[in-house]
């Protein structure tokens, strides 16, 4: 178990070190000055040279990948260009706002979507299934930034019941609404894996057995099946949690929600070399992580799994 | 074929795509007016019998929009697709065929680009090029082919160990006539389904890209719902047509696509 967890954390280094470098260089790809950025337009080129000099910008690129890697491996992600911040404390200060939308959308998307696949499962083939698997699609298949707006016009303009956008007191009031329209495309995912789950399920032989030693209907769903259907119900869980973080930007647009997603927007437009590379490092770090937590998960749900 | 087409999913999601194209073909014709005429003194008119979806702030006919903005959708849908299909079809060619060194470092490849945040790596590629629908097709491509790559090594690694193609070998049949003959028939389905289940995905990054502003600048679905977003409280069908269009085109897309696995589901063979 320790051999299989350390041989997963060696593998991400390699590909940690492939992110951060194909970022580096996209960056550097794109067309714009940083310093001319930083200094504005009206800037002389002796200010322009001056803050190219303190960012190490005059340097030739191998060196300021190397210095950027080096400084990395301590931990350091550099400074934003934009406030002279460290990035480290960016993240940090726009992280939780992101986390929390995350954690709203996937309550949302797990509260309906497991309970419709549900009780579908129950039902196959009902007119109930159906209609929910019809939904599930149109799920699918709206854009989250057009459906943000429509929950907008018509929950907050319309009705006038929830606030339009922004984060507000913190309150729940304002989180409703980008929880859902963030959620919905796992809703639809989740409710379809979770019927399909649970009608493989329900064909196996231990809850024909459950059944005939007169287990309660409801002790067999429960109990039995639904533990055994929440395995790959999890990883779809699992996965849209961590794209819900990096695909929050979106979402956050529309909302003007003041997370990591749409700062990392503006230090685009900015061309914020540091805050970008270090968001782009810290949103596939936990992509990898979360991976393998869900990994690590399986074979404490289910003990048939062994890690080699 | 038969089977396909009496398929309910296929029969509606087909139905909507092939009318969807020829919107795109006809748009000039179709379209009541020109996408980009600006009249000034009808902006933000409600959809009325001169403008069935309304105008928007510079009093462009928002109909006329929608249907040339299919041209982008489609056409960025299609591109990308086939070109990031035939990326991950050499790249997974080579990489389960010769497996070793060349799949180790053809698969740490695809490993990096499918840990990256997927709509922040699209979009740091396309401001490297001139603001465009290149831009846009060249950044989902050198995304998307990671996922193509992925599921033609496995099926390539599978057909690699059928017998037809040891008895190919043993007769002497050249590395790239083994592929080209026995391997890329044999992963069409899933290619196929693969195509069509992401079309939807492709149409809807372009979106996304085109409302966060690094998309194309002619008239697209995801331009226009920015458009109207600072808008909504007075004209709120600027961006409900475009997206109402851009759902009913991704819809049609995963159906079809859902229907063709069910179809060509490889399982089942």
Same mark, same amino acid.
């Given at each position: 178990?320790?051999?299989?967890?350390? !041989?997963?954390?060696?593998?991400?280094?390699?590909?940690?070190?492939?992110?951060?470098?194909?970022?580096?260089?996209?960056?550097?790809?794109?067309?714009?000055?940083?310093?001319?950025?930083?200094?504005?337009?009206?800037?002389?080129?002796?200010?322009?040279?001056?803050?190219?000099?303190?960012?190490?910008?005059?340097?030739?690129?191998?060196?300021?990948?190397?210095?950027?890697?080096?400084?990395?491996?301590?931990?350091?992600?550099?400074?934003?260009?934009?406030?002279?911040?460290?990035?480290?404390?960016?993240?940090?200060?726009?992280?939780?706002?992101?986390?929390?939308?995350?954690?709203?959308?996937?309550?949302?998307?797990?509260?309906?979507?497991?309970?419709?696949?549900?009780?579908?499962?129950?039902?196959?083939?009902?007119?109930?299934?159906?209609?929910?698997?019809?939904?599930?699609?149109?799920?699918?298949?709206?854009?989250?930034?057009?459906?943000?707006?429509?929950?907008?016009?018509?929950?907050?303009?319309?009705?006038?019941?929830?606030?339009?956008?922004?984060?507000?007191?913190?309150?729940? !009031?304002?989180?409703?609404?980008?929880?859902?329209?963030?959620?919905?495309?796992?809703?639809?995912?989740?409710?379809?894996?979770?019927?399909?789950?649970?009608?493989?399920?329900?064909?196996?032989?231990?809850?024909?057995?459950?059944?005939?030693?007169?287990?309660?209907?409801?002790?067999?769903?429960?109990?039995?099946?639904?533990?055994?259907?929440?395995?790959?119900?999890?990883?779809?869980?699992?996965?849209?949690?961590?794209?819900?973080?990096?695909?929050?930007?979106?979402?956050?647009?529309?909302?003007?929600?003041?997370?990591?997603?749409?700062?990392?927007?503006?230090?685009?437009?900015?061309?914020?070399?540091?805050?970008?590379?270090?968001?782009?490092?810290?949103?596939?770090?936990?992509?990898?992580?979360?991976?393998?937590?869900?990994?690590?998960?399986?074979?404490?749900?289910?003990?048939?799994?062994?890690?080699? | 074929?038969?089977?396909?087409?009496?398929?309910?999913?296929?029969?509606?999601?087909?139905?909507?795509?092939?009318? &969807?194209?020829?919107?795109?073909?006809?748009?000039?014709?179709?379209?009541?007016?020109?996408?980009?005429?600006?009249?000034?003194?009808?902006?933000?008119?409600?959809?009325?019998?001169?403008?069935?979806?309304?105008?928007?702030?510079?009093?462009?006919?928002?109909? +006329?929009?929608?249907?040339?903005?299919?041209?982008?959708?489609?056409?960025?849908?299609?591109?990308?697709?086939?070109?990031?299909?035939?990326?991950?079809?050499?790249?997974?060619? &080579?990489?389960?065929?010769?497996? *070793?060194?060349?799949?180790?470092?053809?698969?740490?490849?695809?490993?990096?680009?499918?840990?990256?945040?997927?709509?922040?790596?699209?979009?740091?590629?396309?401001?490297?090029?001139?603001?465009?629908?290149?831009?846009?097709?060249?950044?989902?491509?050198?995304?998307?082919?990671?996922?193509?790559?992925?599921?033609?090594?496995?099926?390539?690694?599978?057909?690699?160990?059928?017998?037809?193609?040891?008895?190919?070998?043993?007769?002497?049949?050249?590395?790239?006539?083994?592929? &080209?003959?026995?391997?890329?028939?044999?992963?069409?389905?899933?290619?196929?389904?693969?195509?069509?289940?992401?079309?939807?995905?492709?149409?809807?990054?372009?979106?996304? #890209? +085109?409302?966060?502003?690094?998309? +194309?600048?002619?008239? +697209?679905?995801? *331009?226009?719902?920015?458009?109207?977003?600072?808008?909504?409280?007075?004209?709120?069908?600027?961006?409900?047509?475009?997206?109402?269009?851009?759902?009913?085109?991704?819809?049609?897309?995963? &159906?079809?696509?859902?229907?063709?696995?069910?179809? #060509?589901?490889?399982?089942?063979?």
């Amino acid at each position: 178990m320790t051999s299989y967890i350390l !041989r997963r954390l060696l593998f991400m280094a390699p590909v940690l070190l492939g992110v951060v470098t194909i970022s580096f260089f996209l960056g550097r790809l794109a067309p714009g000055d940083p310093a001319e950025a930083m200094a504005g337009q009206r800037a002389t080129e002796e200010q322009k040279q001056m803050i190219a000099q303190k960012y190490g910008l005059d340097r030739p690129l191998a060196e300021q990948y190397l210095t950027y890697l080096y400084n990395l491996a301590r931990g350091d992600l550099g400074l934003s260009y934009d406030s002279h911040r460290p990035v480290s404390e960016i993240i940090a200060e726009r992280f939780p706002y992101t986390l929390k939308l995350a954690a709203g959308a996937m309550f949302a998307a797990v509260l309906l979507g497991v309970s419709a696949g549900l009780l579908s499962a129950l039902t196959p083939n009902s007119w109930y299934d159906r209609a929910a698997m019809v939904i599930a699609m149109l799920g699918i298949s709206t854009p989250v930034f057009w459906l943000g707006l429509l929950l907008m016009y018509f929950i907050s303009v319309r009705l006038n019941w929830l606030p339009p956008s922004g984060y507000g007191d913190g309150g729940i !009031r304002y989180l409703i609404l980008p929880a859902i329209a963030l959620g919905t495309q796992s809703v639809a995912m989740l409710a379809r894996m979770t019927r399909a789950a649970m009608l493989d399920v329900m064909r196996e032989d231990y809850l024909q057995t459950a059944r005939a030693k007169g287990a309660a209907p409801a002790v067999v769903v429960t109990r039995h099946a639904f533990a055994n259907a929440a395995i790959p119900i999890l990883t779809i869980v699992a996965a849209d949690f961590a794209s819900y973080l990096s695909g929050s930007v979106l979402t956050e647009k529309v909302f003007s929600w003041p997370g990591l997603g749409s700062h990392i927007m503006l230090a685009i437009s900015q061309r914020d070399y540091p805050v970008i590379n270090g968001t782009v490092l810290f949103f596939s770090a936990m992509f990898l992580a979360i991976n393998l937590l869900v990994d690590l998960l399986y074979g404490f749900l289910d003990p048939r799994i062994r890690y080699e | 074929m038969k089977k396909a087409l009496r398929h309910p999913y296929i029969l509606l999601g087909g139905g909507v795509a092939i009318a &969807l194209f020829c919107v795109a073909l006809l748009a000039p014709v179709l379209a009541p007016y020109s996408p980009d005429e600006i009249d000034l003194d009808a902006f933000y008119q409600g959809p009325a019998w001169n403008h069935w979806f309304g105008t928007d702030n510079l009093g462009r006919d928002v109909l +006329s929009r929608v249907a040339y903005g299919s041209r982008v959708s489609l056409g960025i849908g299609v591109t990308t697709r086939t070109f990031s299909l035939l990326i991950g079809l050499i790249v997974g060619c &080579l990489s389960g065929y010769y497996g *070793g060194k060349v799949d180790l470092v053809l698969q740490r490849l695809v490993d990096i680009t499918l840990a990256f945040p997927f709509l922040l790596l699209v979009i740091s590629i396309a401001v490297i090029f001139p603001q465009g629908v290149f831009a846009v097709f060249i950044s989902l491509s050198l995304v998307m082919w990671a996922g193509a790559a992925r599921l033609i090594r496995a099926q390539v690694m599978v057909v690699r160990e059928r017998e037809y193609v040891t008895a190919a070998r043993a007769f002497g049949a050249r590395d790239f006539w083994i592929v &080209l003959r026995h391997i890329i028939p044999n992963s069409y389905a899933p290619a196929l389904i693969w195509w069509t289940m992401g079309l939807g995905q492709a149409i809807m990054a372009e979106a996304g #890209l +085109s409302f966060l502003g690094v998309g +194309s600048p002619e008239a +697209s679905w995801g *331009g226009m719902i920015n458009d109207g977003a600072q808008a909504l409280r007075v004209a709120p069908w600027v961006s409900l047509f475009p997206g109402l269009a851009l759902a009913l085109t991704v819809l049609a897309f995963n &159906l079809l696509g859902e229907g063709l696995r069910d179809v #060509l589901d490889v399982r089942e063979q």
